[in-house]
């Protein structure tokens, strides 16, 4: 659930703010369409950790693979957050938040696949059928507790959402 929290939370924030913090231009539908192709960039590297994860997965055991994969996420999902936009450091922001994101569908890519297998493994002969359909409850609760997210954080004034409320940069600093 909290992989694809992670995941699917950077979705809504490609169409709400990436585009004009990471790709500014004259045209701002060529920017959000450049921040959805990072948000595929995710997507497209999904296959390649789960080849990575249950290659290592069979090699130094699954358990170490998939808290690998869940630190992976965690760690690139901060970065994400504190990454500085395309005015501070140029081209570099760009560049860094589609390595960021292809790092989050490496570690989606290897965690999902790991989870199903320790679930299925680890459970009682007779409830595997319950346990593997929880596990697949994941993505979707994930992506309520994104979208909650997302709702919380725009009831914040605009200047604010775009300046520190999407992510972690910035915090307004303490009154007084």
Known sequence: ??????????????????????????????????????????????????????????????????????????????????????????LTAPVLLVLLRCVQGIAVGGEYGGAALMVIEHADARRRGTWAGIMQAGSPLGSLLSNGAVALVTLLPREDFTSWGWGFRSWPAPCC
């Open 1 to 90: 659930m909290i992989e694809y929290y992670d995941f699917l939370l950077y979705s809504t924030m490609a169409a709400l703010v990436f585009g004009t913090l990471y790709f500014p231009g004259s045209n701002p539908a060529v920017s959000t369409i450049a921040a959805f192709g990072t948000l595929a960039a995710g997507y497209v590297a999904r296959p390649l950790g789960g080849l990575l994860f249950g290659h290592f997965g069979d090699r130094i055991g699954r358990k170490s693979a998939l808290v690998t994969s869940m630190v992976l996420m965690g760690v690139a999902s901060v970065l994400i957050g504190v990454l500085p936009t395309y005015s501070s450091i140029g």
